[in-house]
């Protein structure tokens, strides 16, 4: 079973400029989790995903950070414009409905902002 | 809010030795406990869950406690061995929402 993919797995951008990152998560996994993840901390759930719904979105900046999980497969996040403080790692995860407690993770994508 | 404490950032055990990671919350209590190991440039990968009315698990050379009344979990790597060496990440979720509040994470290294 192939895991949860995400790309890029590097990103530099420059303060100010957009980006995106994108997740395929487990094929059948019908929640999808945003994280993101500052150097020496836990991850931090930024969005959640039942199908193409949100669950909760409590902790995403929504005036710079969206996400959309348009057939409730693959997921995008964005951040536009981007700030030095959104130098993170950010982590995509998925469960299933049967266990839904247990979480997969990607690699993630580390983004540096300058 | 809740609090989420892991007991050190950097924990060195040497190698055979029982490794033992601690973690504390504030406030009222989950209604399951995970711990997770994250190794460099790479994403978490869950070992175990516990559940609140649940006091001991076990998964090879890996225990887990879960005391409600301390308001605690402590992680054991029995045997442990340089492989074991990584970052551990303990997480909380809530009746209703499985939305899941980590910890730090505490790095341990085990000294050949």
């Known amino acids: 079973e192939a895991g949860v993919a995400q790309s890029p797995r590097y990103k530099i951008i420059e303060k100010r400029q957009s980006v995106a990152f994108w997740c395929n998560p487990i094929s059948g996994h019908a929640t999808l989790y945003w994280y993101q993840q500052i150097l020496g901390q836990g991850p931090k759930l930024l969005i959640q995903f039942q199908n193409n719904g949100v669950v909760d979105d409590s902790q995403l900046p929504k005036d710079r950070f969206s996400a959309e999980r348009l057939k409730g497969v693959d997921s995008t996040l964005k951040i536009q414009p981007a700030k030095l403080e959104d130098s993170a790692v950010y982590l995509c995860?998925?469960?299933?409905?049967?266990?839904?407690?247990?979480?997969?993770f990607g690699p993630g994508t580390r983004l540096l902002v300058l | 809010s809740q609090k989420i404490e892991q007991n050190s950032e950097a924990l060195n055990i040497q190698e055979g030795k029982t490794a033992t990671l601690t973690c504390n919350y504030t406030n009222y209590s989950p209604a399951y406990l995970q711990w997770y190991r994250q190794d460099p440039g790479r994403g978490p990968v869950f070992l175990l869950l516990i559940r609140e009315n649940e006091k001991e698990k076990r998964k090879e050379r890996l225990k887990v406690t879960f005391d409600t009344t301390l308001k605690q979990s402590l992680f054991h790597i029995t045997a442990s061995q340089p492989a074991d060496s990584a970052t551990y990440l303990c997480?909380?979720?809530?009746?209703?929402?499985?939305?899941?509040?980590f910890g730090t994470g505490t790095r341990l290294t085990i000294i050949p």
């Open positions: 995860a998925s469960s299933s409905r049967q266990r839904q407690e247990t979480q997969y």
């Open positions: 997480a909380l979720a809530y009746f209703g929402n499985e939305k899941l509040t």
